[in-house]
């Protein structure tokens, strides 16, 4: 759900409240789910690019920003896991089970960041999280992370995902010893 932008007491220009970008950031979390046969995992970094005049706007806040994003992200965890009676009833009597959903790293990591490269109007937002997947068993072959990346502008979101595989080239690999 979107929030319309405010005017902003000291001027005519919108400014988009905090909270805004906490629910971005949420949305966004709910959206790329990625569930697999035991579990669903959410995305555990979140990179949140705005404005420069909207960060200037807010950077004395951005510790306090992001705890409470931080927060926010931990309560629709156990949301999304809690189970109502009625769905309890249901998974004893049908069998089907909702696997749990679970942070993808150890811990969230959140980043509100002023746009570098002129690409965030005042008072949108982008959102670039990231999924860790599963290490390839390849030698050589690291972990591959999916980035989505979410852009709210206005009342209209747009999501990108795609799938970075963190390698080595096999020139590049050399051995330091031998084993006779």
């Not at 306090?64 to 009676?85: D, F, G, H, V």
Request: hydrophobic share 40%; aromatic share 4%.
């Amino acid at each position: 759900m979107m929030v319309p932008r405010q005017r902003n007491p000291l001027g005519d220009e919108p400014r988009r409240p905090a909270r805004d970008l906490i629910a971005a950031v949420l949305e966004n979390m709910r959206r790329n789910l990625e569930p697999l046969r035991y579990s669903t995992l959410a995305p555990s970094r979140y990179l949140v690019y705005l404005h420069p005049t909207e960060y200037a706007r807010l950077e004395g806040i951005i510790p306090i920003l992001q705890e409470q994003t931080l927060r926010a992200l931990t309560e629709a965890l156990e949301a999304l896991n809690k189970r109502s009676a009625l769905r309890r009833y249901a998974v004893r009597i049908l069998g089907e089970q909702n696997p749990p959903v679970e942070n993808a790293g150890r811990e969230w990591h959140v980043e509100f960041l002023a746009d570098p490269d002129g690409d965030v109007a005042e008072g949108d937002i982008l959102i670039d999280s990231e999924l860790l997947l599963p290490a390839s068993p390849e030698l050589g072959v690291g972990e591959r992370t999916r980035r989505i990346t979410t852009v709210h502008s206005g009342q209209r979101t747009t999501t990108r995902a795609r799938t970075a595989s963190l390698t080595r080239e096999p020139a590049s690999v050399r051995a330091f010893a031998r084993i006779l």
